[in-house]
T-cell receptor
């Protein structure tokens, strides 16, 4: 497809369960971002990759959150021992390359995670 | 840190004009984005401002004043399909965007 895709679209997890969320960026896009969006709020930054390098993970809320992009394309966000406060939509975005003057990000449809 | 403020909700009438304001405080500034987000969908890009002034794109225009830390999104000839959340986002310092909480616009017939 032409856009960013994410899977699954919906995930229900029991508290304490581990989950893995997948993001397929637009082909050729160097930069990849993960955001967390709570209901009624704007997206909040979690982590950023340039190719396979994770350059910024300052937004990850705890050490239960882990992200990887081993081959510089597909990325996985893993949440261990999920808690109710992890319930949110997790958005992935990609952009073509680092440009000092422009940084349009293309968003995927998100994965809605509900922790019971 | 960064702080972005925009109204929570707005209502307007089909065919009218609406202005959605955004104020921000950042350390460092590279540019300001506006995104549209329909319920349950991904944010989609509307506009990008890096210099002061007005950028016009069809029915949508965006204005920026860097000295005032202020932007607005202007939507003309409103249509029912414009009912959505409008997200103001600042690019400052790092690659990622910092988003406001969004303004939910309801267009009424």
């Amino acid at each position: 497809g032409a856009g960013v895709s994410q899977s699954p679209r919906y995930k229900v997890a029991k508290r304490g369960q581990d989950v893995a969320l997948r993001c397929d960026p637009i082909s050729g896009h160097v930069s990849l971002f993960w955001y967390q969006q709570a209901l009624g709020q704007g997206p909040e930054f979690l982590t950023y990759f340039q190719n396979e390098a994770q350059l910024d993970k300052s937004g990850l809320p705890s050490d239960r959150f882990f992200a990887e992009r081993p081959e510089g394309s597909v990325s996985t966000l893993k949440i261990q021992r999920t808690q109710q406060e992890d319930s949110a939509v997790y958005l992935c975005a990609s952009s073509l390359k680092f440009e000092r003057s422009y940084n349009e990000q293309f968003f995927g449809p998100g994965t809605r995670l509900t922790v019971l | 840190g960064q702080n972005i403020d925009q109204p929570t909700e707005m209502t307007a009438t089909e065919g009218a004009i609406v202005q959605i304001n955004c104020t921000y405080q950042t350390s460092g500034f590279n540019g300001l984005f506006w995104y549209q987000q329909h319920a349950g969908e991904a944010p989609t890009f509307l506009s990008y401002n890096v210099l002061d002034g007005l950028e016009e794109k069809g029915r949508f225009s965006s204005f920026l004043s860097r000295s005032k830390g202020y932007s607005y999104l202007l939507l003309k000839e409103l249509q029912m399909k414009d009912s959505a959340s409008y997200l103001c986002a600042v690019w400052a310092g790092r690659r990622a965007l910092t988003f406001g909480s969004g303004t939910r616009l309801q267009v009424q017939p």
